[in-house]
């Protein structure tokens, strides 16, 4: 699949003179023809940028949300891929050990594994788990990535979404909390003390859980590259 992509980035322009030693007239000619040339860049600036942006670019944001097909559908694939292949494993550990530790430890730490080995496997698509509430330290989201959870929190909404960025295009599926996914991440007061001890110990800084059954959890994410 072959994606063309016309972006355009605006760069500062930062003129710095020291002419003392020229007559007056001169620098003044010279800071007239810089001036033109600054606002000449400038109008060609706003114009491509009127004419190329897409029209969800907002004001206040730094990510474009657009629709597309063939980027939507590339990124699905992977992220459905792989999360066909966690699920089966995650069932069998709940089912084998009624404490639940074993799954527990092995969503956030064998997750993981999961995550870096289908990477190796694939060029130009990257899957990675990401949260607003998160475990584990190294699936911290950057502010993109807040952007678009945020945009899923104020909407309710858990249709996938499609972002465009400078180098490559992100898909998100977000997920939400299902009955088996309380075990870990409801209220501490209702886990089992194995479970809290293990959180505790392992991520000090733990910020995920008190969700509730249907709640919005977080996104499962396809970088893919232009």
Partial sequence: MKIKLYSLALTPLIFMACVSSEPKQEVEAVK????????????????????????????ESSV??????KVLEKGMLH???????????????????????????????????????????????????????????????????KMVMDEFMSKQTFKPLVIELPNEYRVYKPLK???PCLLCHGARNDMSKEIVKMIDRTYPKD????FELGEFRGVVVADIKK
């Fill in 64 to 69: 474009s949300f657009i629709e597309n097909k």
């Fill in 207 to 210: 910020k995920a859980t008190g």
């Fill in 32 to 59: 007239n023809v810089t001036t033109q040339k600054v606002e000449t860049i400038k109008n060609e600036v706003v114009n491509r940028v009127a004419t190329v942006a897409p029209k969800s670019v907002s004001s």
């Fill in 79 to 145: 992220i459905d891929t792989f999360m066909g292949s966690m699920k089966p494993t995650l069932k069998g550990l709940l089912e084998s050990d009624s404490t639940h530790v074993t799954a527990m430890g092995a969503c956030s730490s064998m997750a993981r594994g999961m995550v870096d080995d289908y990477n190796r496997q694939i060029n130009g698509v990257k899957i990675r788990r990401t949260a607003l509430k998160y475990r584990n330290p190294k699936n911290k989201p950057d502010s993109a990535d």
């Fill in 177 to 179: 909390i299902k009955q």
